[in-house]
Every structure is written in C-alpha cells, then in structure tokens.
C-alpha cells in the first residue's frame, strides 16, 4: 500500500466526501440504534462515534496532553494511544488535528518503536495493539506529521510483528495450535502483528495474523459463552472483559463475520459467571485470577448488549454504562444504542453449564458452582491436537459465595474459595498460596464427571497432584507426583458438602501433608471488605456470612489459620485458609516418609449464615482404594454418592436402611436419566455396575422433584433469551 499517493488526492474533496458518508451513516447509525461495520470496508476509516452515547463528552479525557512523562509501559498509556489516535483523527473530535494531542501520540510511540527496535517489549500485551493500529491510522490520514520518524518506525514496527508471528508466539500464528493460546494475550498480539503488517506493506504478515484471529482465535468460544486462557483454561471475567473488547475491535474494523458470530457465541457468559447470578470467582478455577482487579466482566456485558439487544447482559452491564473507563469508551460509543431493556436476572435455580461442564446454583444470596472441565484437555468442543493446554490445573473444583448490599466493584459477602489437598515438597515459608511454590496441589489428568438436578448438584474427581505451577505454563505437563487427589461434592439449596481425599500408592517422603479450605471476601482497596474469622466451636467457623464445618477427618493434626491475600499482596488480608495438618506435620520442614497406600479424607460443610447444618454427613467407605462413598442426611431427604475410584467397571453392592418410602439412582451414564430403586420394608438394596471414574447419586426421599433426572440449562432458566433467539 502506496499511502502517499493516496494523500496526492485533493485533500478538501476526499474530506467533503467523507464528511457525507459520515453524516449518511450517523443518521443511519442513529435511526438503527446500532453500527455495523460494511463488508470490504478499509480497516484505516474511522467508525463514527454515535453521540448519543452517555459518556461522549469524556471519549478523550484519558489523553494527557499537559504531560511530559512518557515509561513506555502499562495500560493506561495504551489505553492513551488508542485514545489520542481517535482524538487526533476523528471527525466527531473537537481535538481534529491539534498538534500538542500529535506530540503526546509522538512521545507515547517513540519510545515504544525504540524498544521495539532494541528487541524489547515487542510482545508488551499493554500497548503493542494500540501503537500499530495508531501508526497505520497516522501513516494514512497524516502521513507527513511523521515523515520524521517512519523509518524508525518501520523497523520497530516489522521487528514486533515478527518477533510476535514467528519467535515468540509461532506455536499459535505458525502452527495454529489452539492448544497454546492465550486468548486475552494472543488476540492483541494478532491485531498488533496486522496492523504493523498494513503500515509496512507486508502481505505476508497481515495473512498470517488474520487467518489466525478468524481461524483460531475465534474457536476459543466454549460452552455457555466462557473464553479459553492459555489453552483450555476459562477465562475469568477480568480477562473475558479484554477478549471481548479486541474481539470486538476486530470485527468492528474487519467486518469479519467469523468474529461476529464467536462474539454472539459469548452472550451467555457473563449473566452466569458475574454475581448476581454466579460470583466470578467460582467460574473459571484459575489461581488467584478471580480477583486481579476491580474491572470483572460488566464492560464486556455493555458491549454485547449494545451488540445483541440482550437484556440481561445490560441489567449487568448497565453499571458501568455512565462510569469512564478508557480501554471501554470508544467501543462502548461506537456501539451505543438506547432503548435496551434490563431483563430481571433469574434466581433460585440449578443449572448444567455448558461453560464449566457441571452443575451452578443460586438461591437469592447463596450460590455455588462444580466446575467439571478439564484445563489439559480440548473436549468437548474440539479433537485433541497432541498438545495439552498450556496452563496449569485447577486449584479448586467448587466454590460457593454469599452476597449482600454492592460494596466496591461487587456484592460479594464471602466465598468458599478454594478446597484442596496438598504435600509440601520443598522446604521454607510458602508465600504463593494460589499457585504454590513449596506445597503441590494443583490437578492434572483428571477424571471428572458431574450430575446437574433440579434440586441438587455433584462432582466426583480423581487426579494426579501436578508437579507444575501456574507460572510454568510449557508444552507438556511431564508426569506429575506420585500424589492422587479425590473429592466427591454435594451441592444443594443449602449447602456443599464435599469428601477430599489424598492418596499415594508409592513410598513418599515429604515435608508436610494437609488439606485446606480458602475463605476470602474480596481484595484490599479492589472488592468486598475484610470479615473475621470466628471460631464458635471446635471445627465450626464463621466468615462473613459463610459457615464452614469441618465434619470429619483422618488427618488428626493441628488446625492452622493464615490470613493472606489473594494475590499475595502484603498489604492484603481479606483471604483465610484453615489447614487441617496431617499429625506426623509439624510445621518444622523435616522429612516425613509416608509408605504406599497412605490416605489421609476430610468431610467439609459449607453454607449460608442462616440454612442449618446437615443432619449428618459420613465418609461410608473411609481408606478404600477403589470406592468414593458420601452419605449426606438433610431435613427431608439423604443423598448417597457413590464413586469408582478405578479406570475399570465395578460392581457396588449395598443394603441401605431408609426412613423414606422412595428411592431414586441418577447417573448420566443411565439413558432415562434416573430409575427406581426397589424398597423390602425401609431396606433398600442397591447393586449397580459403575463405568470406569463414573459416579452415581442415589436418592432416598425428598419428595418427587428430588428424583428428577433432567438437567435444566441456560435457556431453561434465562428464558427470555432464548424467546429473543428464536
């Protein structure tokens, strides 16, 4: 592309006749109520900006043009580029063409092209999109405001893209391994790569970086509208946020349809995983991610409501509708259109997500979640390539969370955060408490399976404790220890119930050996207060609004309380863990030898301040090998799950005394979804053949709605979507 023979063009005509286009398309914008970008449209044209938008007048108020520092890092200067360009740029700007809004962009871009040049902070997530794009953009409208610099621009610009396409990031824009991609990371690369590509003139390198956003990028859509992170991971809402921005930045430039239908793909995400209806820490599993920062997922949700029309995603998004965010304010006035109606979001419901592959339920503040995919591995949605995804495992498989009045950035009360059984590998003070550094805890290889009811949820899980931290997300996962991990979850109404269980079938030495359970309410100066731990007897604590019991255990050992931070800032206490240390753990980092068979369980309860404990909760089957078995006794009904620890069919035989007339098995492995268990005067005996890691829930009483066996799913519950889709 020739961009200064495209200035040779008489420069009022081109402007006259783009002032037209312009007007044409605002009214047209304006009576739609909503913008799309034209098929072969130049991806160097500036969308128009609909000035009815709320928050038109702040669209540039982020450019600070009275500034002289310039770092060369983080977002808030990309968020500045993105904005200066537009400021610069744009017909609808009262700042068209002022220069000192020129050399801000010049200070900002300078200094970034000359650590492109010098082979640094080529693949800078925070600003590399936005510099390309604003030099593509200044190459073509301005060309001569930076004749000055094209040069070294043009070498920064070429030495990123490459850098991005073939050294640092090829396994995803080479080899198109959907296995490695870092949705959130990846996609700003992608569009930085393609920008850089249109203002060098390099074919190659715009095909290459496009083909990949339009052919990869767009299949990291999972489920109920999660978003992949660093391979088969979900996004948490934080990051989902930024996947849906670019995403939406590519098709509002492209007009890519593929683009367009993956963004539709998402619009169930957020009214599931962001509180009021699911509380985003329990959505996606990754350490310490949930809480990053106070953003969460309501700018995504004003974007696809604006995009959609959807109702709920703007009874979420509508929140942020009036507050300036400047990664947010060009999208979010492109795209604005009124008339939206906020939907009331469902309640009192349990649901099969698509997203996480189990159960969520919310019942008015109480709420919880059994997440039953599998980080390492590409099903259901795609056929293995031969590489696992790239992040760590799991350090949790529930959670569960009250709410109360919206208090900074959310309505979180408290959370079960975290649940997990552990080994201390290497000695000294551990101060990454979501990731690990001394202690394994992380899953891999799991065997998951899980149970969606009208009235109740379950997980039952075995897996291989990984020997890699989140920090180490490398190709192959390697073997893991030689540590398993085991737990069986109840979910109801009321409460979790959960049976963890650590188990090791070789000789072992290690430096400690514990389970834990995380509590947190937020994160200091981001979300939530700090709440007190309190004691009310032994093994029976409060937290906020959250009771935890510890039921049961074979650990024996001391209880051990430390508060910490989500994300191990010192100044940060609003998390909670209570280890339950194994008795041979002394906290003194000397050798313990554990010999093969070793298995160390305990029985959790959590629930809302207000519900009653369980009646009882038993470990039927404690030290077995090959057999997972959790009775739970609640007011009206008793709920036994059992789970085949082995990769083999097994036979489980038992009578059960019974004070209920009925009796139910339910399974998704069992084609009707649930059957009738035969009763010999309150005696009922069960004997089923349980496929290799299934599991079965066998259900006495409750009445009937306990014994249904259909799982009810998004469109179920959030109905007035699914008319709106028809």
Sequence with gaps: MNYSSSRAVNLKTRLLAFTVVMVTGLIAHNASAQYAPEPNRPVWELPPINPDSPLFDKLFTSVKVDSDEVTGR???????????????????????????????????MQIRFEAYNAGKLRNDIASVFQTMYAYMLLKHHRPEDIEEFVEVWDQGARSSAEHILYEGRSHVFID??????????????????????IAIGDAKIQHIAASTIDEVMTQ??????????????????????????????????????????????????????????????????????????????????????????????????????????????????IHYRDGIQSWPLPNNFILHDRAILGPRGRFEDWGFVANGRDPQTPEPEHRSQGFAGGMCGKNTFIGAFTLGPMLRNGSLN????????????????????ARGRRYRFLSQDEQTTTLSRPTFGTLAT???????????????????TDWLGRQLWLLTPERVVGLIQIYTDTDQTVYGLDARAVMTSGRHKVSGERRELIETQSGDYEFGDMRLRIVDDSFRGDRRIKRFGITNNPDDDFAVQIVLADQRDKATDTEINYPAGTTRWALIEAMRKDAPWSESAINVMPDDSTW???????????????????DRP??????????????????????????????????????????????????????????????AYYEDIFTRAASAQK
């Excluded at 808030?76 to 020129?102: C, M, T």
């Excluded at 020997?467 to 893991?480: E, L, N, V």
């Design 176 to 197: 198109k391994i959907l296995g490695g991609l870092w949705l959130n990371g990846d996609i700003r690369l992608g569009l930085a790569a393609y920008f850089a590509g």
């Design 220 to 333: 990291a859509v999972i489920g109920d509208g999660a978003t992949h992170y660093v391979g088969f991971n979900n996004e948490s809402p934080t990051y989902h946020n930024v996947t849906i921005a670019c995403m939406a930045w590519w098709w509002t430039l492209t007009g890519s349809p593929q683009m367009k239908e993956a963004i539709d793909g998402t619009i169930n995400y957020v009214p599931l995983s962001v509180e009021p209806s699911g509380f985003q820490e329990q959505s996606s599993n990754i350490p310490y991610k949930h809480n990053y920062n106070g953003i969460r997922g309501r700018h995504a949700a004003l974007l696809k409501a604006y995009l959609s029309g959807d109702g709920y995603n703007y009874a979420i998004g509508k929140e942020v509708e009036s507050k300036s965010h400047p990664e947010y304010l060009l999208l979010h006035a």
């Design 74 to 108: 983080g977002f808030k200067e990309g968020d500045e580029i993105l904005n200066g360009v537009y400021a610069y740029l744009h017909e609808q700007s009262p700042h068209r063409y002022d220069p000192v809004y020129l050399n801000r962009l010049i200070k900002l």
């Design 628 to 646: 997972a078995v959790l009775d739970v006794e609640e007011k009206s009904r008793t709920i036994r799950i059992i789970h085949n620890l082995t």
């Design 414 to 433: 408290a959370a079960l955060d975290t649940v997990q059984v552990r080994f201390k590998k290497t000695k000294g003070e551990d101060t990454d408490w």
């Design 462 to 480: 075995a897996y291989r404790i990984s020997d890699r931290t989140s920090s180490g997300p490398t190709k192959t996962w390697g073997p893991g």
């Design 650 to 711: 097994q036979r489980y035989k038992a009578t059960v005394e019974s004070i209920y007339r009925d009796a139910s098995y339910q399974a998704d492995w069992i084609r009707e979804g649930t059957r009738s268990i035969e009763s010999n005067q309150g005696r009922f005996r069960v004997n089923l053949v349980i496929p290799p890691n299934g599991q079965v829930a066998v259900v006495f009483g409750g009445g009937q709605e306990s014994h249904g066996g259909k799982p």
